[in-house]
């Protein structure tokens, strides 16, 4: 802390045009990068200040990346943030040192820090879409910060952008950079992303959930370009994740926090081997979850049926493609796949919401109408509905007991005591005490809760099928657990069947009896669950299964021995195109 | 010199007016539950000046007869006599009390515009949601109807209306809530737009509900807050347009006592220097100063409580 | 490009549906005008005889259709037919006063829209500072002030004392410079009225954009505040700001009708209460087209450089 602020010249990295990554040395302990201590961040709030961080010490190493973890909440983007100097609107740091390569940032004036954002510290964003200005072309974009900086010339930094995007495996680099960030897909401007904050070659990079909006099979490739790019300029790296397994790949160390506090730090393998703190095993126990397959039924009417459903929206383009399969009694259908390829669509013809232009859909073998207007009071009620966003789901203005009460007076025709028995019931089936949370609003309960909430309004309808539309994942794991645990008993006590929706292959371990995996609107494999996830896989079906990181830190990098550099994400899903 | 000297005016004005709305809001914590009390709280010296004008004016409008001194269109004197201890604040052009016309004023015009606005915003709401809530087809006729109703600009449209019809207060009521309503109902229509697509309207529409529980019970309660700051809004609208057009004579006819044409009737005094007229005219863009200040917090609020 | 062009096409198709539309509306709203033109006309003297000849001379036994393809080919050519009340060629009556309209409109948009850019920009760069808070607070004031109040406060402070005329009274023959100064007080009226709408709403727009992720990444570059604002936001800006600049405008065109009046000027908008007075029918028609033509004009103006000005539209994938 007290050692004399270093020259300028001796940390400026020499600028070239021909990006050569210098092989510098693994990091020696002691050569601290930045030192965090004793950090206290306050966010306003409704006219008051709260807690956001309370008293975290961080610190870097030069080549070190250190992974930050925790759920929603807990105060990491904030952190992360901190590590620049920067606090967003209505945030303030009310106490600690920041110390970047010897220098105070606290201490710093404005344009000091400006001085060194960018240019030795970088960021990558969450959504690169909202992210990269929609008016500028990428390279335009990528040239600001050397320029600003005065760190090489406009040539110079678009050579060396061409290189780093060739690097990046983007396609055609000479070019890419005339592009309008509209004008690439999610994963690619991802990378973009990645290279603009590299264009100064900075010492740092804070990652603020860089793949976390993003598909598994894309993510593979963010992931093995950034993992590539940090490791060979030696750049330090604050990585930001909810994703442990994603996290375990990167990181060298991790550090756990729970709402602005640090639960514990260790180096990753120890982490993932044999995390020290009660906190930090339930996070990891999440994924050891499964049911227990049910066996198969046979020769039984199913009690839904898709029958060779096509359907589309307004444009001719069709979103469905001759979709077919079945659900059956006390069974759970995950249908699986990534954003685009038509499995909510399914759930919205089933539910009548999109009348399919071929194609019908069948209830214990009787034809339902394709509207859900035509469809009878008792037809509506069979089918019920829970959704992904439960505060969007249920209606702020209207209380916990109305709410549940409503399908049950409308479908059952309960009224007075009869009706708040069966809500107390149903509050209780769903393990909330019914006292305490009857007279509440949807604004006064946990996200969990919520979901807890849209459940029993399910299954006041008496329902035989429900259809789970992402319902876990807006949650943090170990509240998602408990959801999950909460759908498996009551399907066994109540008899139902699910049509579970999902993009995550973990989810669909733990619940499903028979998988559907859905890509482009079509089905592309089917079949019970012990079958499905056993080789041999369908191409799509491998592809997807493989993208899934898992929590092993050499993961990441045996995938690409096995795979190539040049065979994940957009690139793999072409060639599988290609062949077949 | 003079002018410095009103600068001096204005700026005791703007010291005493944040003063009373201090007061005004001392006065508010203390007589309110503890819930509003934590609302008014957080409230400017501007807003709170604001609801204490809309007190004022809205118990003058309430009272009006007994506050004045002598009657609506009681003709006392010779026209334009100065202000006097008889008449407070002078006569007007026939001879009328110009204090006790401006009293009668705050419930002739308040109270038309008021009528206007709530007229405008029970029709404008109800179709602008039920376009939202049906969308397609109807949606779309009754967006591009409004659409061409809406490029012309609303004075002239009034106008042009009023010629029509005639210049009384029925058909003024009728035209300015009719155009005003085209309005409203644009935003109506996108605030239900931005609800209708929410989960809960969706499992509320596959529960089996008919249109008027999703318009009354899902719909509107979630609707109230944005539409709640919109109607001070149009208030001042309308309020500004029915001046306007009864300062052109063309709004609420004589002998009713009015603040538009109050300021018409009377204004060549100004030219010799006495501000009579402007007193009416000053009560105008005292009240709309008020509404506005108030709906500025309430957006502010609004805002606020969304990060 | 292409796409731009259709784009555009398609807006310009758009309003001149929107004007046709507005003229039949117009047209229809005085058929529907209880009585008949022609009583209404007469008055008192209306005998069947009168009645009949007055119909016959405007042409009203002739169906509907056929009056109103006559009445918008006459426009078109800019025939306007007859004052009822003046009984003149209404073109006569309306082109020095459309001149005199627009040149107050045009001297009101050349120091109203700088000037409130630069607030608006200003407030928005010190958001939440004492000059946001003082000049939103003005502005606020500004807005709620009817246009007459503001008229005749500029007339007790500014003409009274002799430095302005009150009346702006102006002919074909005044020179340049002396409209100017007749026209101060109604310009500075409206520009008081306009700017503070103007300047609201620009600040709005621009925040709104500071408000975007891709703000905050400009900012942890660390590229300097005013290149932010200059190279970040504004070109993101410029929609929302000319639809501003648009709308108030067209919101002058409300404006100019009660300021005309305050101060005696002899523009349209002064041609048209008169004829709401007297319900001289076909002048307001006349200058109700005109008015709502320049506001769906201006309109589409606005809409078609927003068009412009976004590369996502510029540049489809």
């Known amino acids: 802390m007290t050692k004399a602020i270093p020259t300028k010249a001796k940390t400026k990295t020499p600028a070239k045009a021909k990006a050569k990554a210098p092989a510098k040395a693994k990091p020696k302990q002691g050569d601290i990068l930045l030192q965090m201590r004793n950090i206290h961040i306050k966010g306003k709030s409704d006219e008051s200040w709260i807690d956001i961080i309370n008293g975290i010490d961080l610190d870097l190493y030069r080549g070190e990346v250190l992974g930050l973890i925790g759920e929603s909440g807990a105060g990491k983007s904030t952190l992360g943030l901190a590590a620049m100097g920067f606090c967003r609107d209505g945030c303030k740091i009310t106490d600690g040192s920041i110390s970047f390569d010897g220098m105070d940032l606290m201490q710093m004036d404005k344009s000091s820090l400006r001085e060194l954002r960018g240019k030795r510290i970088a960021y990558v964003a969450q959504s690169a879409a909202a992210s990269f200005n929609p008016a500028h072309k990428l390279l335009d974009q990528f040239c600001e910060a050397p320029l600003v900086h005065d760190v090489m010339s406009r040539n110079d930094a678009s050579q060396y952008a061409i290189d780093l995007y060739d690097r990046m495996n983007l396609p055609s680099p000479e070019t890419f950079g005339l592009r309008y960030p509209h004008e690439v897909s999610g994963g690619q401007l991802q990378r973009a992303m990645t290279a603009m904050a590299l264009s100064c070659r900075p010492d740092l990079i804070i990652f603020d959930e860089p793949t976390t909006a993003l598909d598994v099979t894309t993510q593979i490739e963010v992931l093995a370009a950034i993992k590539d790019i940090v490791k060979e300029f030696n750049t330090a790296a604050i990585y930001i994740s909810h994703d442990l397994a994603v996290v375990a790949q990167m990181a060298d160390r991790i550090k756990v926090l729970l709402k602005g506090d640090e639960v514990e730090q260790a180096p990753t393998e120890i982490m993932l081997k044999k995390p020290s703190q009660e906190y930090t095993k339930s996070l990891w126990a999440v994924r050891e979850h499964t049911r227990k397959e049910q066996p198969a039924v046979k020769n039984q009417t199913p009690v839904i049926s898709i029958k060779s459903v096509t359907a589309g929206y307004h444009s001719s383009v069709d979103v469905l493609r001759d979709v077919s399969f079945d659900i059956h009694k006390r069974r759970t259908v995950a249908v699986v796949g990534e954003s685009g390829s038509g499995k909510s669509t399914t759930a919205r013809v089933v539910t009548g919401l999109l009348p399919p232009r071929m194609g019908s859909i069948e209830f214990q073998g009787e034809t339902l109408p394709a509207q859900y207007q035509s469809r009878s009071r008792e037809q509506l009620r069979h089918i019920q509905m829970i959704y992904q966003m439960a505060d969007t789901a249920l209606n702020p203005k209207l209380r916990i007991r109305d709410l549940i009460a409503r399908p049950a007076k409308m479908y059952l025709g309960l009224t007075g005591k009869a009706l708040d028995d069966r809500v107390r019931d149903l509050l209780h089936m769903i393990e909330m005490e019914p006292d305490q949370f009857i007279d509440r609003l949807p604004s006064e309960l946990s996200g969990g809760q919520k979901q807890r909430i849209g459940i029993a309004r399910a299954i006041a309808a008496e329902p035989t099928v429900i259809i789970c539309d992402e319902v876990t994942s807006a949650l943090d794991q170990l509240v998602a657990e408990g959801i999950l645990k909460l759908l498996d008993r009551l399907q066994s006590e109540l008899d139902l069947s699910y049509m579970f929706i999902t993009h995550d292959l973990a989810t669909v371990r733990a619940i499903a009896d028979e998988v559907v995996v859905m890509k482009d609107g079509d089905v592309v494999e089917q079949g019970i669950k012990s079958k499905m996830f056993k080789p041999p896989h369908h191409p799509y079906t491998e592809l997807l299964l493989g993208s899934v990181p898992e929590m092993d830190s050499k993961w990441l990098d045996r995938l690409l021995d096995s795979r190539g550099k040049d065979n994940l994400g957009d690139a793999a899903i072409a060639k599988m195109n290609k062949k077949s | ?307 | 490009m292409s796409n731009v062009i259709k784009m555009i096409l398609k807006r310009l198709g758009l309003g001149v549906l929107t004007l046709l539309l507005l003229s039949l509306l117009i047209f229809l709203s005085v058929e529907a005008l209880p009585g008949d033109l022609a009583e209404t006309i007469l008055g008192q003297q209306a005998t069947p005889e009168n009645v009949a000849a007055i119909r016959k001379e405007l042409g009203l036994d002739l169906p509907a259709h056929t009056r109103y393809l006559n009445w918008l080919g006459g426009m078109l050519q800019g025939d306007f037919g007859n004052s009822l009340a003046l009984k003149k060629p209404i073109s006569g009556l309306i082109a020095p006063r459309l001149q005199n309209t627009l040149f107050l409109t045009l001297y009101t948009a050349c120091i109203a829209v700088p000037l409130a850019l630069i607030l608006g920009m200003a407030a928005s760069l010190f958001r939440n500072g004492y000059f946001d808070r003082i000049s939103n607070a003005t502005a606020l004031s500004a807005i709620s002030m009817p246009e007459f109040f503001v008229g005749y406060i500029m007339i007790y402070f500014f003409a009274l004392s002799g430095y302005f005329p009150s009346m702006a009274n102006i002919n074909p023959n005044t020179p340049f410079i002396d409209k100017l100064y007749v026209c101060f007080l109604p310009a500075l009226t409206l520009t008081l009225v306009v700017t503070a709408h103007m300047m609201r709403m620009t600040r709005a727009a621009i925040i709104n954009v500071l408000a975007l992720p891709y703000i905050e990444m400009a900012n942890l570059k660390g590229v300097k505040p005013r290149r932010v604002i200059v190279l970040h936001a504004l070109p993101n800006a410029v929609a929302p700001i000319v639809n501003v600049v648009a709308l108030n405008l067209a919101y002058l065109i409300t404006g100019v009708v009660i300021v005309e009046i305050v101060f005696v000027f002899p523009g349209l908008g002064q041609l048209m209460v008169d004829g709401v007075k007297f319900r001289d029918v076909p002048v307001v028609q006349a200058t109700a087209l005109i008015f709502a033509s320049a506001y769906v004009g201006l309109n589409l103006l606005a809409d078609i450089i927003s068009t412009i000005t976004n590369p996502r539209l510029m540049r489809q994938r």
């Not at chain 2, 009373?20 to 709170?48: D, E, H, Y």
């Not at chain 2, 737009?193 to 596959?206: C, S």
């Not at chain 2, 001042?236 to 300062?247: K, N």
């Open chain 2, 1 to 307: 010199m003079a002018y410095l000297l009103t600068l001096l005016w204005i700026i005791v004005a703007v010291l005493v007016s944040l003063g009373a709305g201090w007061c005004f809001r001392a006065f508010l914590i203390s007589v309110s539950s503890q819930n509003m009390a934590k609302v008014f709280r957080t409230a400017p010296l501007t807003a709170s000046f604001g609801l204490l004008v809309i007190a004022i004016y809205t118990s003058c409008a309430v009272f009006a007869p007994l506050i004045a001194p002598y009657g609506e269109a009681e003709i006392l004197s010779y026209g334009f006599e100065p202000w006097s201890s008889d008449y407070w604040l002078g006569t007007d052009n026939l001879g009328r009390d110009v204090f006790t016309r401006l009293i009668y004023g705050a419930r002739n015009t308040v109270g038309i515009a008021f009528l206007i606005t709530a007229l405008a915003f029970i029709f404008g709401t109800i179709i602008g949601i039920y376009a939202a809530l049906k969308g397609g087809f109807i949606d779309q006729l009754l967006s591009r109807l409004i659409d061409v109703l809406m490029a012309i600009p609303s004075l002239i449209f009034s106008l042009l209306m009023l010629t029509i019809f005639g210049t009384n207060v029925i058909s003024l009521v009728l035209v300015i809530a009719t155009i005003d309503s085209t309005r409203v109902f644009r935003i109506a229509r996108a605030v239900a737009l931005n609800i209708v697509q929410l989960d809960y309207i969706e499992a509320a529409k596959l529960r089996g509900e008919n249109t008027l529980y999703l318009i009354i019970r899902e719909i509107l309660p979630n609707a109230l807050a944005p539409l709640a700051a919109e109607f001070g809004l149009r208030f001042c609208f309308v309020f500004l347009m029915i001046s306007a057009l009864s300062f052109m004579g063309l709004g609420l006819q004589p002998p009713s006592a009015d603040w538009g044409s109050m300021v018409r009737d009377n204004a060549d005094l100004i030219s010799f220097g006495d501000i009579t007229p402007l007193i009416p005219a000053g009560a105008i863009a005292l009240l709309t100063i008020a509404v506005n200040f108030v709906v500025d917090w309430m957006l502010h609020r609004a805002s606020g409580l969304k990060d």
